[in-house]
């Protein structure tokens, strides 16, 4: 188990966003968080990657029972994010954004794998563009190429098809595929595009008002149910 929540809970201020989540994410899986606008599902990787602390429950990352841990340090521990908005630099190059993927490794991999270039060939094409100068999509092939560069052990991609054009978001698909395929990585999917997320998903989480009213495999929940639980 890459991953576990138990009791997961989480305030903004006075207001409680979060009520015992309990989930688990598995290496070789894609693990999906699906449900309507505002139940919490952008806040629940937020508290699991440190970016808003959590207010009670468990973490189990990797084996390890976590405190609340800051981003950083949850980097170093092989947490990669691929936020909702991308959060790429946009005065700095792409292979300089590639680059600060490096952060969190030794000096000796100082280098872009090219595995990268081979998924995003664009990137390699444009390695001297200004970040803020690509598209969308190609923002968004960024900032998964330059999570993947840390080498994480739990990958979370929120909505990463979002104002996306149809062939990125098939390309997209494909290097999720991929990393699901390597059977070392974990992967967190937070999504809204049905079809998408269920065709690559193993397993499903469904929040409502902050708490997961559904949950299950693919196999156990089926197309129509899970139709259903997300159009509610």
Do not use: W
Not at 101 to 124: C, N, Q, W
Not at 221 to 227: K, N, P, V
Request: hydrophobic fraction near 40%; charge should be positive.
């Amino acid at each position: 188990m890459m991953l576990k929540t138990e009791g997961l809970t989480l305030h903004y201020g006075g207001s409680q966003i979060l009520y015992g989540i309990d989930m688990e994410a598995r290496a070789g899986e894609v693990t999906c968080i699906m449900g309507t606008n505002g139940v919490g599902k952008t806040s629940l990787l937020k508290a699991i990657a440190g970016t808003h602390p959590r207010s009670g429950g468990r973490v189990i990352f990797d084996g390890e029972d976590l405190p609340v841990v800051k981003p950083q340090g949850m980097a170093r521990r092989g947490l990669g994010v691929v936020p909702q908005g991308r959060m790429i630099f946009p005065l700095l190059t792409v292979t300089e954004n590639l680059h600060t993927g490096f952060a969190t490794l030794p000096r000796s991999e100082h280098r872009v794998p090219d595995e990268i270039y081979d998924l995003f060939p664009v990137l390699k094409d444009m390695g001297h563009r200004r970040g803020g100068d690509l598209s969308g999509g190609q923002q968004q092939q960024l900032a998964i190429a330059r999570a993947m560069i840390m080498k994480p052990k739990l990958l979370l991609l929120d909505e990463p098809t979002e104002g996306i054009q149809p062939n990125i978001i098939q390309q997209i698909g494909r290097v999720i595929s991929y990393l699901r395929s390597k059977g070392d990585i974990a992967i967190v999917l937070v999504e809204q595009y049905f079809d998408f997320a269920f065709d690559l998903a193993d397993r499903f989480y469904v929040l409502k008002r902050g708490a997961v009213e559904v949950s299950g495999t693919k196999a156990e929940l089926g197309r129509e149910r899970m139709r259903q639980a997300v159009s509610v």
